[in-house]
């Protein structure tokens, strides 16, 4: 459960003499008001921006504090990072900390490469990218005279963002200005410098990640992130990036082998990783290269053991990648789980079927929406080509015998 | 409590079934609504209740128990809930420090092939009534386990084998010696009946739990599709053991969550068709 807002009110006597964890409800103190955050408008939590609008409004307004968002990531794990890159920008534009662990490139690179924030201009998001439905010009808008029966059903939004100024945006063909970045604070771990120790681990979690454990603890503790040091100073939230975990740079076979030795190494991580932020005023990013692990029922409990879950499908290298339907996207991205904290019910997606697409000021994810194809001869790509769930339903679907009329 | 769900299996917290093994399972969905359900029911049926939460908070589970009508904080003073917050307790074990506090309940995370012995003997010291009544202690019910859940140990390492001895064990003790109740969690894959030949496997897990017990839900999604409104199916069923052999009877409910409860309707029934 994420930090909770302080001005919900509850009869005090019910408190417990210490607060050991992040998700109790706080009462008669003062209220928190940390940069960059904002309360939930469903359940109270407390939620960070994740750097990229539309994928706040997909988790329901933001990532709750005290949780894990996994990213499945892409097959040349370029959206993904460029996802994390985003997640610590808005991390150095909210004055937090931040934390970067990766076994692959060194921290200070990672940081390097942050996108420039859009900060002198207003945050008028204009709904980009309008169906292209060519039967509706904005003229005809009030009445129908053909389609009539279609009038009242509402018009397909295609974008997705709300229309708050909770997060930021970002200008990705330029980099971060160093003084904005020297001005947070950040945490590296670069697994290489970190010697392996020989010691016998205490667990099934392999050195690697018993280090990084203990690092992100040690961080946690000293810079005052635990929710169980008195709340004297003013609060900070600590964004933790880790990259790529599960892939063999961080001595896991879990990627290379079927039957891998360390098959529990990264769920007892990420089981002690939840204990932690459960516990702590961190919100976690995690990115995993699922497209590497063959075993389906272990990216099932490393889904189940983090809180947000999503994946990312680019079509580069792929064949969808000049498949007209596609033109306008980057990729497909699957909300595999959203979290249920302090409630019974979780904000599920509208839709299932979204798709992304990396702009220069913007990454957005959209819904997944195929305009109707009025030319004169219609013809369809045959189903398996599509995504599925997007396929409009063609009345003889092959598509090896060409083009089809459709005879009514 | 739901209180559509205490009609369907006939039970109200003034008389329920004793010595009950239920089983809550899921598959590719989220059957934890159900643990709250119980952990309300129960509490309010005023049992002594032994909550292993291995996966969430403990605030969590209250604020969501809030909202159900039941104070965990209370019922935990008055000593009516004893309550494991397993990831509290794991942290000492996972980063090693030099003083170890709190109960070794959490000892498996150390080397799993030990077993789950000390959690059952944590479940076991919990659910037994130390010593007399004295100072006027109240006294509560038959007790009752809760387990939330027993797949995130396969995680840990745990085997299927040791998961499925810890069962039986608490079984023994809860069910037939104290005539309590056990609840579990079991949450399985998308992929139903996928042999992987070992005996590490979750489905090796519930088939063996589904012998042990006497009433399973099993919530799936709608296998028509994604739905809003309708967040799912329950299959009950009871395993009834006495009288003429084994009698089961299945139901099939669809089910939606709300924020303080949810309501469960005949297939086709849902408010958002009719």
């Given amino acids: ?408 | 409590m739901f209180t559509e769900l205490n009609s369907i299996l006939n039970a109200t917290p003034d008389s329920f079934t004793q010595g009950e093994f239920i089983l809550v399972s899921d598959r590719q969905s989220d059957a934890s609504f159900l643990i709250h359900h119980f952990l309300s029911f129960y509490l309010r049926a005023r049992c002594k209740v032994c909550f292993l939460g291995l996966v969430q908070s403990f605030s969590h589970y209250s604020a969501i128990s809030q909202r159900l009508g039941v104070s965990l904080t209370q019922a935990r003073e008055k000593g009516q809930l004893i309550f494991l917050e397993g990831l509290k307790e794991s942290l000492s074990i996972l980063i090693p420090q030099e003083t170890t506090t709190g109960s070794q309940a959490m000892d498996f995370l150390r080397d799993p092939t030990v077993g789950l012995q000390r959690l059952y003997e944590f479940v076991r010291s919990s659910v037994r009534s130390d010593g007399g009544g004295e100072e006027g202690v109240e006294e509560w019910g038959p007790p009752v386990l809760l387990v939330d859940d027993v797949s995130v140990l396969l995680s840990l390492g745990v085997s299927a084998g040791a998961v499925l001895d810890f069962s039986h064990y608490c079984r023994a003790t809860v069910c037939s010696q104290l005539q309590g109740n056990i609840v579990m969690l079991v949450r399985c894959h998308g992929e139903d009946a996928e042999d992987d030949g070992s005996d590490e496997g979750s489905e090796w897990l519930l088939k063996g739990v589904t012998h042990q017990c006497s009433l399973t839900l099993h919530v799936q999604g709608l296998p028509t599709g994604y739905c809003r409104d309708i967040h799912g199916q329950v299959e009950v069923c009871w395993r009834r053991r006495r009288g003429d052999g084994q009698h089961t009877q299945k139901k099939l409910f669809q089910y939606k969550v709300h924020d303080k409860g949810a309501s469960f309707f005949a297939p086709g029934t849902s408010s958002a068709v009719l």
């Fill in chain 1, 1 to 408: 459960m994420a930090a909770p807002v302080n001005s919900v009110g509850k009869p005090s006597a019910e408190r417990p003499p210490f607060n050991s964890t992040s998700f109790q409800k706080k009462t008669r103190s003062k209220l928190i008001s940390i940069p960059g955050t904002r309360p939930s408008v469903q359940n109270g939590q407390l939620l960070v921006s994740t750097g990229v609008t539309s994928l706040d409004y997909l988790l329901g307004g933001g990532l709750a504090v005290g949780t894990v968002l996994l990213i499945e990531e892409d097959r040349f794990d370029s959206y993904s990072r460029m996802i994390l890159k985003y997640f610590l920008a808005e991390g150095v534009v909210c004055r937090h900390e931040l934390f970067v662990a990766s076994a692959q490139d060194n921290p200070d690179d990672i940081l390097q490469e942050l996108p420039a924030p859009i900060l002198d201009d207003v945050a008028i998001h204009k709904p980009v990218e309008q169906p292209r439905l060519s039967c509706e010009p904005q003229d005809n808008l009030d009445a129908m005279k053909i389609a009539w029966r279609y009038q009242n059903l509402p018009k397909v939004q295609s974008a997705l963002a709300s229309s708050s100024r909770f997060g930021h945006y970002y200008d990705v063909s330029k980099t971060m200005e160093p003084e904005i970045r020297q001005a947070a604070k950040c945490h590296r771990f670069y697994l290489p410098e970190h010697p392996t120790q020989s010691s016998t681990t205490h667990s099934r979690m392999i050195e690697s990640y018993s280090a990084l454990l203990k690092s992100l603890q040690e961080v946690i503790h000293r810079e005052g992130f635990d929710l169980s040091t008195p709340m004297s100073m003013s609060r900070n939230i600590l964004r933790v990036g880790l990259h790529s975990l599960g892939s063999a740079l961080w001595n896991d076979d879990l990627s290379c082998h079927d039957d891998p030795m360390h098959s529990h190494a990264l769920t007892t991580f990420l089981y002690g990783l939840r204990a932690l932020l459960r516990s702590s005023l961190s919100v976690a990013v995690v990115t995993v290269p699922s497209h590497l692990i063959q075993d389906r029922a272990l990216m099932g409990n490393i889904t189940r053991l983090c809180d947000n879950a999503i994946a990312l499908e680019s079509f580069k290298g792929s064949e969808r990648e000049t498949n007209p339907l596609y033109k306008d996207y980057h990729g497909l991205l699957h909300v595999r789980q959203v979290p249920h904290l302090n409630c019974l019910a979780s904000q599920l997606p509208d839709h299932k079927d979204l798709a992304f697409k990396l702009k220069r000021k913007q990454f957005s994810i959209e819904r997944l929406h195929l305009p109707p194809d009025l030319s004169e001869t219609v013809s369809r790509v045959s189903r398996g080509e599509l995504a599925g769930a997007a396929a409009v339903a063609s009345a003889c679907g092959s598509g090896t015998s060409g083009n089809k009329h459709l005879d009514f």
